[in-house]
């Protein structure tokens, strides 16, 4: 199927993957193009195998899985030629330093050379690494490198960037520096699902949240529509809002 820009960012119909027991259970997700998406869930609830599954590393045991109307395991090159995953723990080619590794993974994507020195140089300095441009990624701090990888995620201009826990390692100033780079990227048109613990970075980037627990999406919505559905007062933090929604489905 050829995508469009009527199509959203991500379609999950019916996702399930089994580990033993249902790590995500019979999963509907949808995604509009160019949303900030949030999705939370208690330590185990399924969100790092949803994106895993979806970045094409696990395989779905049921269900469909499509980006910008692709089947992302039927058409794996094209659904990941537009789609970018960073893991919680940054994988690097240590021995490379910035700039030799973001060329590098360019021309994984064929980006042309001149292009990818380019986006290689804006992105360094966007995220304050161009000082250390020729300095190899073993040395760097585990935030420095988190910064490296997200470069990285970054260099092919994917339409669909997936998220898992990209804030770990930051300090309050590395972690402003991603913020900000990634809410411009939205708003250039890009879409984004972000898992994290930080409720508060939730709370302040995201335009939509899903609850995930036990493998299932229980709730979903702006934080104005969680806090409705939980009927507590419209000043409740997210934090708030989560525990009471998990809470209830543990035990519904």
Known sequence: MTATNACPALRLSGVSKFFGKAAVDNLDLQLPSGEFYALLGPNGAGKTTTLRMVAGLLPPDA?????????????????KSITAWLPDEPMLY????????????A?????????????????LDVLDLWKHRHERCESFSRG???????????????RLLMLDEP??????????????????????GASIVLTTHILEVAE?????????????????????????????????????????LTRAAEHS
């Open 94 to 105: 240590d021995k490379l330093d910035p700039l030799e590794y973001l060329e590098f993974v």
């Open 63 to 79: 269900g469909k899985i499509e980006i910008f109307g692709i089947d992302a395991w039927s058409q794996p090159v094209a659904a």
């Open 144 to 158: 420095m490198k988190q910064k490296v990888a997200l470069a990285g995620a970054l260099i092919h201009e994917p």
């Open 107 to 123: 021309g994984l994507w064929s980006v042309e050379p001149a292009v990818a020195r380019t986006r290689a140089t804006d992105l």
């Open 167 to 188: 804030l770990t390692g930051l300090d309050a100033g590395m972690a402003r520096l991603v913020k900000d780079l990634l809410v411009a990227r939205v708003q250039a």
């Open 204 to 244: 302040r980037l995201a335009d939509r949240i899903g609850i995930i627990h036990h493998g299932k999406l229980i709730a979903e919505g702006t934080l104005e529509e969680l806090r409705a559905r939980t009927g507590v007062a419209g000043s409740s933090s997210l934090e708030d809002v989560f525990l009471d």
